[in-house]
């Protein structure tokens, strides 16, 4: 055990020295295994991206005479795709591998000073030219671009070495340890305090790569025949062991072990393509690590008047361990290619050439003597024939016969990885000028390294040079092929609009990576945007099987490409199964199928999902999705929410949509004036101008404010779409303007829409149709949209016929809520009581016909001044949802009738609240302010309805004679104006004379 655990002799403060050195080694180890684990993740990653695309969901509908309107309004459905990242330099992973570096070097620094002056020299020289290599004249150390620096840096480490080398030889090693390592720490803080760069350590490391690397070359040149050499002991290292087989164990296990090293090679010089190999080069260079330390031991006589292993020579072999695999670690972790791939040739050609050297050297020296029991591990430094210092001198011979052969293809690569890691260095910087240099010149040395053209190929991309970017993502993925850059290919090609470079290049990727998730989900988006349904659905379910994260993108995108499809249903179905909970696209997507169906979301708002202040594309589709989902919640949070992404800066390219938003918001949770001021506010000057007039056009239809629909239909009609067009081409026959409305229906007709042309086929009908005779044939449903469209130009005694000739139902129903709301407005009770009584009893039927028929009864009864009966039977009767936002206005004349004030202004101001678009509760509210004094508020709320509604006479006449009551003649005088223009000479004549006389009562009175 004693000669595995040999330091357990060692004087302490040897052995403390040593077991530290282990314990960075180890360190040095873990860092090794980390970045062969990790590879090229921390660097090359990948990412998401998003695209939105919108669809028509509806966000309410309404009943308008056997009509049914929708307000649509746009959910978002998410499309994901992968895509290689750009470069995560990480600083971090650098200072790992230069803090052990710099520590092994100090080590190797202090072990110098031991040195004879011709051995410590060349050692100082080294370390001179390492000093040299970190570039601190780039790092402006205390603002100087120069190299006063470095020559201070040269004195404070050469002056105490070459102290302690020449005067003070009997200085112990922790001493002079401590001395170099306070040294360094001293210049580590100066060089982070006052460096003008920000990442001083980044810039030392990478620059100062070039003499670590040359070291882990010395030391592969120290360990390469340590395998071999582990042969000997296993064979002939013990007298058991030896035999007359040793030779022939030993010829065997060497020969296995070569031939791995030449199929290495050979697969390395691309000559052979055979994958099942033992062991990699870098198992072959850990194991070699390992055995060479007891090797190097063993051999210590060899060298013992240079630097005896006790311990100067064990803690040399250490520092070049740690050094070495620092070198290995940061070439995997930082994805240098290039430089891993130089190592990997050192390790290849150091070990077959000087260890066939070894071989035969040892075949040669000690063939006769393995069958006679002679532990030929003893001696096998004290060779009879050939000597050892041969081993290395035939060895190197070879290992220069590859390289040349090769034409010194590993130095290449070598000036590859360390331009690769200048180029990081700049690119970190944000240098792009100089990354590209050092990048370009990391291709010149290796054209085909995948590190340095997907580096380019990211920075042509981001400059907008597609054409350059297509050129190296290809050349990066011929050598070394990786998804990432297979997917980032392919991404330009379709940006460019070449289909089948994007769809081969992504073929081609997923034959080097069958089963690669990120590959297959991209390549079902590509079939998806040409409509090739099979193939969309086979690699979109195909990528959720593979992919081990992020499954939720390509369960997203199979989510958007059922609600594509119209396969709502399905898309439903799959999405309520409660899966990606935590998801931000997959729930967005499931918001817009939920209400594309019209369906609730059990839950609420993730405050997750919008977290930070800043919205993405994902945040704001989901956002907009939940909103429009529970948009008659009166959910304040998402009002809050919407409101305080406005207010912040980032969010400048939605801020239009969330102002949307929040007028949606407030128009239907009854601040409905307060919704249209915001969406009028926005529309102007919007590219989303025809979907907010298609908005405001439906909520005034609603409100039969069908001029001021006409309006906003109008003024984005080349842009809306087809439904929008009828519904424009309604309001129009609304206000009587047949003729009009007749050129748009025949244009609709010709659209390929079956329910589009079907309603205009009958509205049509209906406009060319002036006789009873041939209506009274018609159905019910559109005897009912004749009689209210054509009332206005049928006498009574038509109307009655028609109406007589109705079954009862929900279109008689209808009609007689409409005849009665009709004949009240021209203030015709007899006729309105005559539709009333034919109609027979109120049924107590629950339906939008008879909501409509118990709204016009209860005015019916306000007309006829039974306030009695309209108490009672406001509490009786159904109203809808939308109708029953006028109880409080219905309460407030019942209270204005019992002179109870207090209760009539309450339920007055709720009911403007709640109706602000209603000229009846505005003319009857601004009365009752009148009555009670209050004439300015009075005022204010006509002069808001006229604001609203430009057209409505009722409004005009009231206004005008409320601006003279408060002494605003002049106000009046001018609406008058627009009095003419709706209503005939007769009519404004009668009103002028009511309007003149107001004025001489309100002299009067002042």
Not at 359 to 377: D, G, M, Q, S, T
């Amino acid at each position: 055990m004693n000669s595995i655990y040999f330091w357990n002799s060692w004087k302490k403060s040897q052995k403390i020295v040593f077991i530290s050195a282990i314990g960075l080694s180890a360190l040095a180890l873990m860092y090794f295994f980390t970045g062969w684990y990790l590879e090229d993740k921390l660097v090359i990653r990948w990412e998401v991206d998003s695209t939105a695309e919108t669809l028509d969901t509806p966000i309410d509908t309404f009943v308008k005479h056997l009509f049914k309107y929708t307000v649509e309004s746009d959910s978002y459905l998410l499309s994901q795709t992968f895509k290689g990242s750009s470069l995560h330099l990480n600083p971090l992973t650098s200072y790992i591998y230069f803090g052990l570096c710099v520590a092994a070097i100090i080590i190797l620094l202090t072990t110098f000073t031991y040195l004879d002056l011709i051995w410590y020299g060349a050692a100082m020289l080294v370390f001179t030219l390492f000093l040299s290599t970190l570039k601190t004249d780039l790092l402006g150390v205390f603002k100087i671009y120069g190299n006063q620096f470095l020559a201070g840096m040269l004195v404070v480490y050469l002056v105490p070495s070459y102290y302690f080398q020449a005067f003070k030889k009997n200085t112990a090693f922790s001493v002079r340890l401590g001395v170099f390592t306070a040294i360094t720490v001293v210049l580590s803080i100066l060089l982070g305090k006052f460096s003008e760069v920000s990442t001083p350590f980044y810039y030392m490391a990478n620059f100062g790569i070039a003499v670590p690397i040359a070291l882990t070359i010395l030391f592969l040149f120290l360990i390469s025949f340590e395998i071999i050499n582990s042969f000997v002991f296993l064979t002939a290292g013990t007298k058991n062991m030896a035999g007359k087989n040793s030779i022939l164990n030993f010829i065997i296990i060497s020969a296995l072990y070569l031939g791995n090293l030449l199929l290495l090679l050979l697969k390395k010089m691309l000559i052979l393509q055979w994958d099942s190999l033992i062991l990699n080069a870098f198992w072959i260079f850990l194991i070699s690590s390992i055995v060479g330390l007891w090797g190097y031991k063993k051999r210590a006589p060899l060298f013992y008047d240079i630097i005896p292993f006790r311990p100067f020579g064990a803690y040399f072999y250490m520092g070049l361990a740690i050094i070495s695999l620092s070198v290995c670690g940061y070439a995997f972790i930082s994805a240098n290619d290039p430089l891993k791939e130089s190592i990997e040739y050192a390790i290849i050609y150091l070990h077959l050439g000087i260890g066939a050297s070894y071989f035969l050297y040892i075949i040669y020296n000690f063939y006769e003597l393995f069958p006679r029991n002679i532990k030929v591990y003893d001696i096998v430094y004290q060779p009879k024939r050939l000597p050892f210092f041969m081993v290395r001198g035939i060895g190197l011979v070879v290992v220069l016969a590859l390289f040349l052969y090769s034409n010194r293809f590993a130095y290449h690569l070598c000036i590859s990885g360390y331009n690769n890691g200048i180029g990081d260095v700049y690119l970190h910087e944000q240098n792009i000028l100089l990354a590209k240099h050092y990048y370009r010149e990391g291709v010149i040395n290796d054209f085909q390294n995948h590190r340095s053209n997907y580096s380019l190929g990211l920075i042509a991309e981001k400059e907008n040079n597609r054409r350059e970017a297509v050129d190296y993502f290809a050349s990066a993925s011929v050598k070394r092929p990786m998804a990432e850059a297979y997917v980032n290919l392919s991404r330009i090609y379709f940006q460019e609009n070449m289909f089948f470079p994007a769809l081969f290049t992504l073929q081609e990727g997923l034959q080097k990576f069958p089963e690669n998730g990120m590959i297959q989900n991209n390549l079902g988006l590509l079939y998806m945007n040409k409509s090739m349904s099979d193939s969309t659905y086979f690699h979109l379910t195909h990528s959720e099987k593979n992919l081990k994260e992020n499954k939720a993108v390509a369960a997203g995108n199979i989510l958007n490409f059922l609600t594509r499809k119209g396969l709502t249903t399905e898309a439903d179905s799959i999405s309520s199964q409660g899966i990606f909970e935590d998801a931000i696209a997959y729930q967005t997507n499931k918001l817009s199928i939920l209400n594309f169906n019209g369906k609730k979301y059990k839950s609420g708002l993730k405050n997750d999902f919008v977290r930070d202040s800043i919205l993405s594309l994902e945040s704001f589709s989901y956002l907009n999705n939940i909103t429009l989902n529970h948009l008659k919640d009166g959910n304040k949070e998402i009002l809050d929410q919407l409101q305080s992404f406005a207010k912040w800066q980032g969010n400048e390219d939605y801020k239009e949509q969330l102002t949307y938003l929040t007028a949606l918001y407030f128009y239907y949770n009854n601040e409905g004036l307060k919704g249209k001021v915001i969406l009028d506010n926005i529309r102007l000057n919007s590219s989303f101008a025809p979907t907010y007039n298609s908005v405001l056009g439906l909520w005034m239809m609603q409100h039969d404010l069908y001029k001021v629909a006409i309006d906003y239909f109008s003024k984005s009609r080349a842009e809306l779409k087809s439904s929008n067009i009828l519904y424009y081409a309604i309001s129009l026959m609304e206000t009587g303007d047949f003729e009009g409305s007749k050129i748009i229906l025949m244009q609709l007709n010709s659209i390929p829409d079956k329910n589009i042309n079907k309603i205009t086929e009958n509205l049509l009908k209906i406009i060319n149709t002036s006789g009873i005779g041939e209506v009274k044939l018609w159905s019910d449903e559109l005897k009912l949209q004749f009689i209210h469209y054509k009332k206005a130009f049928l006498n009574t005694e038509q109307i009655k016929e028609l109406y007589n000739s109705m079954s009862r139902g929900d279109a008689k129903i209808e009609v007689t809520a409409d005849l009665m709301n009709f004949y009240l407005s021209q203030n015709k009770i007899q006729e309105a009581d005559y539709f009333f009584g034919a109609l027979g009893v109120i049924e107590k039927e629950e339906n939008d016909a008879q909501s409509f028929l118990n709204r016009i009864y209860l005015k019916y009864l306000a007309y006829k001044g039974e306030y009695e009966e309209l108490n009672k039977q406001l509490s009786k009767v159904y109203l809808n949802a939308e109708d029953s936002k006028l109880k409080s206005y219905f309460k407030a004349l019942y209270d204005e009738f019992r002179a109870n004030t207090q209760n009539a202004i309450l339920n007055f101001d709720k009911a403007l609240q709640l109706n602000p678009f209603n000229e009846e509760v505005r003319i009857a509210a601004a009365l009752f302010y009148q009555k009670n004094k209050q004439s300015e508020k009075a005022y204010d709320i006509l002069l808001k309805g006229i604001e609203i509604n430009r057209y409505s006479v009722p409004l005009i006449k009231a206004y005008a004679l409320q601006a003279v009551r408060i002494n605003l003649v002049s106000y009046g005088e001018s609406i008058l104006e627009d009095l003419k223009l709706y209503v005939s000479a007769s009519e404004f004549s009668k009103f002028l004379k009511i309007f003149q006389e107001e004025i001489a009562k309100n002299q009067d009175a002042d």
